[in-house]
């Protein structure tokens, strides 16, 4: 079982800046797929950003460069730079993994909230 640990989130102001990360809570035993999602009041749960296992990553269509994510591979870490924040990015972010090898167990972090708000 994989335990996932977000901090960072918070209360920021339109144009703001947050800083999300996620470590696991013990070493992830191969290779695997990293990132986060996010929930909107009366939304969907969508894809923010996902890395794969050999550095690619794939960002929501509403990022538009205002966002950047890193993973270290040795923390079975990510972190999350989002700038340009706008109220519509007020969501609850959640760390993702997924195991590529089969079953493909999936994990999911308890979801941190943001607010963006003037």
């Known amino acids: 079982q994989v335990h996932l640990v977000e901090s960072g989130g918070g209360l920021v102001q339109p144009g703001g800046s947050l800083r999300l990360s996620c470590t696991a809570s013990r070493g992830i035993f191969g290779y695997y797929d990293m990132g986060w999602y996010r929930q909107g009041p009366g939304r969907e749960r969508e894809l923010v950003v996902i890395v794969s296992d050999d550095g690619t990553k794939r960002y929501g269509d509403f990022v538009k460069g205002r966002f950047a994510v890193s993973r270290d591979n040795v923390k079975d870490k990510i972190s999350l730079q989002m700038d340009s924040l706008k109220p519509d990015d007020t969501a609850v972010y959640f760390c993702?993994?997924?195991?590529?090898?089969?079953?493909?167990?999936?994990?999911w972090g308890q979801g941190i909230q943001v607010t963006v708000s003037s």
């Open positions: 993702y993994v997924r195991i590529m090898l089969p079953p493909h167990d999936e994990y």
